[in-house]
């Protein structure tokens, strides 16, 4: 099997692995964090209460916007660009960004932070 044909079959397995769910590796255009590991931190820190988030189990909250197709948005709440960096901003210090907002700070690490970001920006979501 040449270099070129080995290349394109291990692209099109990562692609299929990716599009099963969430995977270990980050998604295209996030330095940092874990989809996997994000997907339990929104789990374990009860995000579904107040927001629809596909693929996390019981997240069908109608208190804050629907996070689908997260990577898809131009602006995080309106306010500042949809990046990982003003993402992790967003994640840990709401207020910073829109102050008054009723996005509370939840208690994040910048670790957690990454990895909710990376499963945000997941194509699943």
Request: proline content about 10%; hydrophobic content about 40%; aromatic content about 6%.
């Amino acid at each position: 099997m040449s270099r070129r044909t080995f290349a394109a079959a291990a692209s099109a397995c990562a692609a299929i692995l990716w599009a099963c769910g969430p995977s270990p590796v980050p998604p295209p255009g996030i330095t940092e964090g874990s989809p996997l590991r994000g997907a339990e931190t929104i789990e374990s820190f009860g995000c579904g209460s107040c927001h629809v988030i596909p693929g996390i189990g019981d997240a069908e909250g109608h208190v804050g916007p629907p996070l689908t197709a997260f990577g898809d948005r131009r602006f995080i709440a309106g306010a500042v660009a949809n990046n990982e960096e003003n993402l992790v901003r967003w994640l840990l210090d709401p207020d910073s960004i829109e102050p008054g907002t009723a996005m509370p700070d939840v208690g994040l690490s910048e670790h957690q932070a990454h990895d909710v970001a990376a499963c945000l920006y997941s194509p699943r979501q």
